[in-house]
């Protein structure tokens, strides 16, 4: 009799333990389906190595707006054989739509200035207003955007990386509270890799990392979220051949099954020692 009493007794914790776990992750989601994100990279395809992260938070219910600030039409690739100019914009654009339905996001935003030339003194302030137009209309609670690196030194990159730290410092408010820089672990590159194109192997080499005690925010993907995401990259046919995707992905599960980011906002807690 006490036999079975002690085998009641643990099936009755172990359901009340499994009905409480499952209110927590629905309080979660709930939770997040109040919330928005805003990713604003350069260029179409930019949005590949935190593509895991869009898709895992989409399934979350977070509304997700991704921002383009050029038109692409300048990323010429030997192997698509599309000219410089409106063609190849509009081919991206395309490709761009791919990518937000495949992962289940809002359609993208373009902000149509002309690749590689976002560093020109007439771009710089026009681009300011039009970050803070977006910020305005869409009020995001997180904003996504490269490091200073600008993932591998692309001038467009840094310029936008930039421009949107300027924008949200001085705009940032009670919603508008976190901005995160993506951020490849210097401890995760790999020399070794093997690789199948000779574009991947370039990204291997000059992906401008960071060192992983400054990347606060570690945010895991599964593998259904890992497989959607490669699905999305996919859809980047002017940019990369079927190898060069795969060898992108090679890279970034060096990471463990995360996407790493730091916060720009820094510590909370205000100093009187620039040693502290």
Not at 227 to 235: L, N, Q
Request: with cysteine; aromatic share 8%; glycine share 6%.
């Amino acid at each position: 009799m006490n036999k079975l009493l002690s085998i009641l007794c643990t099936l009755i914790i172990l359901v009340a333990c499994k009905n409480s776990s499952n209110k927590e992750d629905e309080t979660e989601v709930v939770s997040n389906k109040t919330k928005s994100l805003m990713a604003i990279f350069a260029h179409p395809d930019d949005e590949i190595v935190i593509s895991p992260l869009l898709t895992k938070y989409a399934n979350e219910g977070v509304t997700i707006n991704l921002v383009f600030v050029t038109d692409g039409s300048k990323g010429v690739a030997e192997h698509a054989n599309i000219p410089v100019g409106d063609s190849l914009a509009k081919v991206r654009m395309e490709e761009a739509l791919c990518v937000t339905k495949t992962l289940g996001i809002n359609p993208p935003i373009f902000l149509k200035y002309t690749d590689g030339d976002l560093a020109l003194y007439e771009n710089l302030y026009a681009l300011d207003d039009k970050i803070d137009s977006l910020f305005t209309k869409h009020n995001p609670n997180v904003v996504i955007t490269f490091g200073p690196g600008g993932e591998y030194g692309h001038s467009d990159h840094r310029i936008v990386s930039n421009i949107v730290t300027e924008v949200f410092q001085r705009e940032a408010s009670e919603t508008l509270n976190h901005l995160l820089f993506y951020g490849f672990p210097k401890e995760a590159q790999a020399d070794d890799l093997k690789l199948k194109s000779k574009v991947g192997n370039w990204f291997n080499e000059n992906w401008k990392t960071t060192q992983k005690r400054f990347l606060t925010h570690r945010i895991p993907f599964n593998e259904n979220e890992l497989t959607i995401a490669h699905k999305g990259a996919s859809c980047h046919k002017s940019q990369y051949t079927p190898d060069t995707i795969d060898d992108l992905f090679t890279i970034m599960k060096q990471t463990d099954s995360a996407i790493y980011l730091r916060s720009w906002n820094g510590s909370k807690t205000l100093k009187d020692n620039i040693f502290d």
